[in-house]
Nanobody, 119 residues
Framework: QVQLVESGGGLVQPGGSLRLSCAPSGLAFSRYVMSWYRQAPGKERELVATMASAGASTNYADSVKGRFTISRDNVKNTVFLQMNSLRPEDTAVYYC????????????WGQGTQVTVSS
């Protein structure tokens, strides 16, 4: 059974930092493109960052470029999202998403972790 377990969310002041982690189990991690999405109250889920299965290619939403960094450790089977210079508008539930690099129908979501940016 595939599980994606996120951790690292919480409450942080504007300008602060958080590091999210996602540790998938039950899948061949190195063969999956890993992404972070977020969903704020009343808004649609949006893509935040994506990293290719080999880790050589990344893509970011314009709103987080220069502030967020996605990375992965294919030995520890973990993907990270380092979030710096956080803003109140970054407040959302953050979700980890895994999609097979060839078979796109093989995809999985984590349960989400809350990030709240507030003074």
């Amino acid at each position: 059974q595939v599980q994606l377990v996120e951790s690292g969310g919480g409450l942080v002041q504007p300008g602060g930092s958080l590091r999210l982690s996602c540790a998938p189990s039950g899948l061949a991690f190195s063969r999956y493109v890993m992404s972070w999405y977020r969903q704020a109250p009343g808004k649609e889920r949006e893509l935040v960052a994506t990293m290719a299965s080999a880790g050589a290619s990344t893509n970011y939403a314009d709103s987080v470029k220069g502030r967020f960094t996605i990375s992965r450790d294919n030995v520890k089977n973990t993907v990270f999202l380092q979030m710096n210079s956080l803003r109140p508008e970054d407040t959302a539930v953050y979700y980890c998403y895994a999609q097979h690099y060839i078979w796109s129908t093989s995809n999985y979501w984590g349960q989400g972790t809350q990030v709240t940016v507030s003074s």
